[in-house]
């Protein structure tokens, strides 16, 4: 399936699918261990620096045909026989394959699903819910500055009885962030999600409950401010730049374009840093980003004067200047992570 994939002949792709089927393969096998496979390796391969974006998205959409030659294929079609969940993505995750695993393998379990795909804000969801009365909300979210729409999509479907499963990397190892912001149930994967599911229905949140209290670390508002200041630090931040090193000056636009994003994704961690109160989650981001930049021959110490800039526009932020701080001195002393084996 991967030299398939690779070769962007979907056609191959779907007919080896349909063949293992055939030859009895389980599908949520097929689904977990196959194709969820050769997309983590997509990933990989980007992040390495051995597949383009385009070869990204294409090999991508592939997989995405082949789950579906999955789902409609006779093995894979089960009548419900258990409750009914809704199945998202958060508002602002695209990467929607997981959910869309999920979503397969809870319906081969006999679940009755509904999916609703990629970036769901939270009114919209809770209006479906209203609608259609599920036994539980699975969530999906990939990039962790997401997390803070997470939590109030979390808290919006508890405020109306609907009790809230969240998986992905965007929650952290061990669902760290899962049970900092509220959620009932975190899954590392989509066989446990549905095993959970399976051993007992999650209770339903009590009328008029709340996720959690409020974070108390974000009464500083450092979160707030960082998080609606980006646009002016990336303009400021890339200025000084300019000045500070007159190579930049001479960077071309498809290059300017590309070091405003690289600034907008630094603030982007930084404010989700902020609003979890976890250091930890903005030097995880460097150190993956700095292994994204060695594949592509670019050193990592060229982040530095980006973070060093951000603590002088940041001076009268003492918990966005700690982090910024540790995720520098993180780079400088921990060895490059190998690109790509964090997703």
């Known amino acids: 399936m991967w030299e398939s994939v690779m070769a962007f002949d979907e056609a191959a792709t779907v007919g080896a699918v349909l063949c293992a089927l055939d030859d009895g393969m389980a599908a949520e096998d097929l689904l977990l261990d196959v194709i969820a496979s050769v997309q983590g390796r997509v990933g990989r391969e980007w992040a390495a620096n051995r597949i383009t974006v385009a ?3 294409a090999a991508t959409a592939i997989n995405d045909r082949a789950v579906a030659a999955v789902a409609l294929h006779p ?8 409750g009914r969940v809704t199945v998202a993505c958060v508002d602002g995750e695209w990467h929607a394959l997981p959910a869309r695993l999920l979503a397969e393998v809870l319906r081969i379990r006999g679940w ?7 970036q769901v804000t939270a009114p919209h969801l809770v209006a479906h819910l209203h609608r259609t009365g599920p036994d539980a909300v699975a969530l999906s979210g990939s990039l962790a500055t997401r997390l803070p729409a997470a939590h109030a999509t979390i808290t919006a479907c508890q405020a109306v009885g609907t009790p809230v499963m969240v998986g992905g990397a965007a929650f952290g190892p061990g669902g760290r962030y899962a049970r900092l912001l509220g959620a009932d149930l975190w899954a590392p994967d989509a066989r446990a999600a549905a095993d959970e599911l399976a051993r007992s229905p999650l209770p339903r949140p009590r009328p008029g409950h709340q996720a959690i209290d409020d974070l108390p670390h974000l009464d500083d508002q ?3 401010l960082v998080a609606r200041s980006r646009p002016r630090l990336v303009r400021e931040v890339f ?6 090193h007159p190579a930049v000056r001479a960077y071309t636009e498809a290059q300017r374009e590309r070091t405003a994003e690289d600034l907008s994704h630094i603030v982007e961690f930084l404010a989700a840093a902020l609003y979890t109160g976890d250091e930890d989650l903005f030097g995880g981001f460097l150190q993956w980003t700095a292994g994204v930049l060695d594949a592509r021959g670019v050193p990592a110490g060229s982040l530095l004067p980006a973070l060093e800039l951000l603590q002088r526009e940041l001076q009268d932020f003492p918990r966005a200047t700690a982090t910024l701080r540790a995720g520098a001195a993180r780079l400088t002393r921990t060895p490059l992570t190998a690109a790509g084996t964090a997703e």
């Open 55 to 57: 070869q990204e998205h």
């Open 75 to 82: 093995s894979a079609r089960q009548a419900p026989t258990r």
């Open 112 to 118: 009755r699903v509904d999916y609703l795909g990629a």
């Open 222 to 224: 450092e979160y707030t």
């Open 239 to 244: 200025g000084r730049l300019e000045d500070a």
